[in-house]
Every structure is written in structure tokens, then in C-alpha cells.
């Protein structure tokens, strides 16, 4: 329960490796005139374009013949922008792209990226999902986290020391406390979600989906069943969120305010 987003020890695999940089062997686009040289980067990530432009001008700095250009396309499209830039003949020379199924999809595009100066600092464990036919094709570059943050101030008010909240039955004590205590405590509703992003919703569930894989992501993609091992433990929480201590039941963690005290939330 403590608000650590990347404590990947208590966070499993299935927050993990949700994004991979992958280069295509083509570089169609790389155009090089009197040693100046532009590479392409496809981002899918919109929420952290300022970074990777940052980094673009500190290659730049130190590179002063490489030319950077990032197109950012995410929210949902950037799958099918990526598909149209191929398509139209104008691949990227450096991809992001969503885990295992994109790398398929693109596989006869990608380069051995084994030798790379970057491929040595991957943490052991995510190595996997770059691999492709025995081919290192991808770097992970992102890893995404799923879990509850609270209002501590809110948790003090009600005399819950978070730190104590290690199992369901904890949890739903704490629930039902600041639930029975809202008015006292100033609060309009115990969770909130922005209903809108359904992709966290549905991200959620990897915290019940991946156990039964031992947090393996290759052998999850790979699996040709699905041990529906922790549906009743997914079920309780889901519950608790959306029906039982949502004021806008039913419907999918629609609640949203200010003073509200759970809040699911990415990365």
C-alpha cells in the first residue's frame, strides 16, 4: 500500500513491459546528405514526448550530423498510425512498439540488435520480450506500474496506517472505515477513477492475470490456454471499486473527485 509506482519486487511482471524500441533494417527514411544524417523515431507514448525530445537534442549536441525527428501517435492510434506509415512507404528508422504481438507483426522489418552498446544494461528478465526467432529485435525502454495510491492526509483523518494494509482483508476493513467515516472526514466517495481510460481498467487485471505465468511474458503470449486461477480475488477488488463503494454504480470506476482516497492509477 505504501506509494512506491516502481517497486518492482512488490509490483509483478504484468505492470511490466508494456513498450519496446525496436529499429527497422530497411531505414528507408534515413536521408544522408554531405554526412548529415536524419533518423526517424515513432514514439506511442505521448505522455513522455518531452523526455525523448530532450534526449534527441542531447545525441544532437554531441552528434552534430544526426538529426532526430520524433512523430508521437498514441492514445489508441498509435498501432494503426505506425501500420499507415509502412504501408505508405515511409517506415520509421527507430519504432516504439506495444510488447510480443507488434513484434510479430513487424518482425521481417527489424534488425539484430545484440551487438548494440545498449542491449548490455537490460535488466535480466525483461531481455525475453525484445527476443524474436532468436533475434534480439527490441530494447525495453518502459515499464508501467498498476496499483492504488491514497490521500495520506485522508488516512490520518480516519486513523489507518497504511503501511498495515498487506491483504484483502485489511484493505476492505480500511474500505469500509473511511466509507462509514466520510462525512467526518470530508470526502465524497472512498475510490475514483477517470472512467475514460478503459486501457488501465483493462491493465488492472494483469495484477490476477500473469500470476498462473509465474510473471513470464513470453510464456503468457505464448500460452495457448488461460488458467482462470484468481478470478474470485480479481472479482472482490473489482467489486469493491465499481459497485459497492462507487456512488455512480454500476459502471466501470466512474467516480472522480478531489477528495477521493483510493485512486487506481498508471505508471
Not at 472512467?195 to 495457448?224: E, H, M, R, W
Request: with cysteine; aromatic share 12%.
Amino acid at each position: 500500500m505504501k506509494k512506491r509506482f516502481f517497486k518492482i519486487a512488490k509490483l509483478t511482471f504484468m505492470l511490466s513491459l508494456s513498450l519496446i524500441v525496436l529499429t527497422c533494417c530497411s531505414f528507408s527514411s534515413q536521408k544522408e546528405k554531405n554526412s548529415k544524417i536524419t533518423l526517424n523515431f515513432f514514439n506511442q507514448k505521448p505522455e513522455i514526448t518531452a523526455q525523448y525530445q530532450k534526449l534527441a537534442r542531447m545525441y544532437h549536441a554531441k552528434h552534430p550530423n544526426v538529426n532526430i525527428q520524433i512523430t508521437t501517435s498514441g492514445q489508441g492510434g498509435g498501432a494503426a498510425a505506425l501500420q499507415a506509415k509502412f504501408a505508405s512507404g515511409e517506415a520509421p528508422d527507430i519504432i516504439m512498439l506495444g510488447g510480443l504481438p507488434e513484434i510479430d507483426r513487424y518482425k521481417d522489418h527489424l534488425i539484430n540488435l545484440k551487438d548494440l552498446k545498449a542491449s548490455k544494461n537490460i535488466v535480466p528478465n525483461l531481455v525475453s520480450g525484445g527476443i524474436s526467432n532468436k533475434r534480439m529485435v527490441g530494447i525495453p525502454v518502459d515499464l508501467e506500474a498498476y496499483g492504488w495510491s491514497y490521500n495520506k492526509a485522508v488516512f490520518a483523518k480516519a486513523g489507518i496506517d497504511a503501511s498495515k494494509i498487506n491483504n484483502y482483508s485489511e484493505f476492505l476493513k480500511a474500505v469500509e472505515k473511511l466509507n462509514s467515516e466520510k462525512k467526518k472526514i470530508g470526502i465524497d466517495a472512498v475510490f475514483g477513477f477517470n472512467g475514460a481510460d478503459t486501457n488501465s481498467i483493462a491493465s488492472v487485471s494483469a495484477q490476477f492475470t500473469s500470476l498462473p505465468y509465474n510473471n513470464n511474458l513470453v510464456k503468457a503470449f505464448k500460452s495457448k490456454t488461460f488458467p482462470w486461477k484468481y478470478e474470485r480475488q480479481m472479482k472482490n477488488y473489482y467489486d469493491l471499486a465499481n459497485y459497492k463503494f462507487n456512488p455512480n454504480k454500476p459502471g466501470i470506476f466512474q467516480w472522480q473527485s478531489v477528495d477521493d482516497v483510493f485512486l487506481m492509477v498508471v505508471d
